[in-house]
C-alpha cells in the first residue's frame, strides 16, 4: 500500500534527522572545546606581553611595589615622582597600548618618603587599574579585510 509504504520511509527520515541532530551536537561541542584549547594557548603567554607592554608605557619616575591581576583587571600600586607622571602613565595606556585599555585611577596620595642618605622626600602613593585587552578580542573587533582588488572583476574592453 502506499501510505505503508510513506509511513515506513517517513520513520526512516525521522531517525535520520535525529541522527543528523545528533552529529550537530557533537560538531558544536568539538568547536566549542577547541575554542577553549585555543584561548587557553593563546592566555598562556598574556603574562609576558603584560609585564612587556608595561615595561613599554610606563614613564621614567615611576615605580611598581604591585601588580596583580584578576581575570581581566590589571591592578597596578607603585610610587611616582610626581602626580604628572601617573598622569602620563594613565594616558599611554589609553591611547598607546595594544594590550591594556579603559585605565582607571583608584587612588593616589602624597606620602613622605626618607631615602638611604636621610633625605626627606615628597613622593605620590597611587593605586590604578585597566582591563586587558586579549589578542582574540582585538581580532574579534576587527571588521573583514576587503576582498583583494585582484578578485574583484575586471571590466571587458569593448
Given at each position: 500500500e502506499p501510505n505503508q509504504f510513506l509511513t515506513t520511509e517517513i520513520r526512516k527520515l525521522e531517525v535520520q534527522i535525529k541522527d543528523i541532530a545528533t552529529l550537530k551536537a557533537e560538531?558544536?561541542?568539538?568547536?566549542?572545546?577547541?575554542?577553549?584549547?585555543?584561548?587557553?594557548?593563546?592566555?598562556?603567554?598574556?603574562?609576558?606581553?603584560?609585564?612587556?607592554?608595561?615595561?613599554?608605557?610606563?614613564?621614567?619616575?615611576?615605580?611598581?611595589?604591585?601588580?596583580?591581576?584578576?581575570?581581566?583587571?590589571?591592578?597596578?600600586?607603585?610610587i611616582a615622582q610626581t602626580q604628572e607622571r601617573i598622569s602620563e602613565f594613565l594616558r599611554n595606556t589609553a591611547n598607546n597600548s595594544e594590550w591594556l585599555v579603559r585605565p582607571e585611577l583608584v587612588e593616589s596620595k602624597a606620602a613622605n618618603v626618607v631615602t638611604a642618605n636621610k633625605e626627606q622626600k615628597r613622593l605620590f602613593d597611587f593605586t590604578m587599574r585597566v582591563n586587558v585587552k586579549r589578542p582574540?578580542?582585538?581580532?574579534?573587533?576587527?571588521?573583514?579585510?576587503?576582498?583583494?582588488?585582484?578578485?574583484?572583476?575586471?571590466?571587458?574592453?569593448?
Open positions: 560538531i558544536d561541542s568539538l568547536i566549542a572545546r577547541q575554542k577553549a584549547v585555543e584561548d587557553l594557548q593563546v592566555d598562556r603567554n598574556l603574562p609576558v606581553h603584560l609585564l612587556n607592554e608595561l615595561v613599554k608605557q610606563t614613564p621614567e619616575g615611576i615605580y611598581f611595589g604591585s601588580v596583580k591581576q584578576a581575570g581581566r583587571v590589571l591592578s597596578v600600586s607603585g582574540q578580542d582585538k581580532a574579534a573587533a576587527e571588521p573583514p579585510a576587503p576582498a583583494s582588488p585582484a578578485s574583484a572583476p575586471v571590466p571587458k574592453k569593448a
